[in-house]
């Protein structure tokens, strides 16, 4: 079975960091581009950060450049995102995705409802 599974998810004071891992299971990762999206109360969503499986270019929307890191880890079937100095404006809903998505500077357009994607994992900035 086909699967993505977000974690590392959780409030956060503003400044603070956190980790999200996307776990995946019935398919081999490294041959994918991985996006990660967010989606925030009453907002569209949006790409965040993406991977090429192709030469491991990764690209960040402007708002989070300089904070988050993408990276994966095909050992272990796993990409994460690593967001240091969190602002409350990160808070949302953030879910992986690949399948037939294509990475690039816009990390759009997002993979289609029918790819795979994760169940989400919220991130909570707030004091």
């Known amino acids: 079975q086909v699967q993505l599974v977000e974690s590392g998810g959780g409030l956060v004071q503003p400044g603070g960091s956190l980790r999200l891992s996307c776990a995946a299971s019935g398919f081999t990762l490294d041959y994918y581009d991985i996006g990660w999206f967010r989606q925030a109360p009453g907002k569209e969503r949006e790409g965040v950060s993406c991977?090429?499986?192709?030469?491991?270019?990764?690209y960040y929307a402007d708002s989070v450049k300089g904070r988050f890191t993408i990276s994966r880890d095909n050992a272990k079937n796993t990409v994460y995102l690593q967001m240091n100095s969190l602002k409350p404006e990160d808070t949302a809903v953030y879910y992986c995705a690949t399948g037939g998505f294509k990475c690039s500077p816009t990390i759009a357009p997002p993979p289609r409802k029918d790819d795979y994607w994760g169940q989400g994992t919220q991130v909570t900035v707030s004091s």
């Open positions: 991977v090429s499986s192709r030469d491991g270019s990764t």
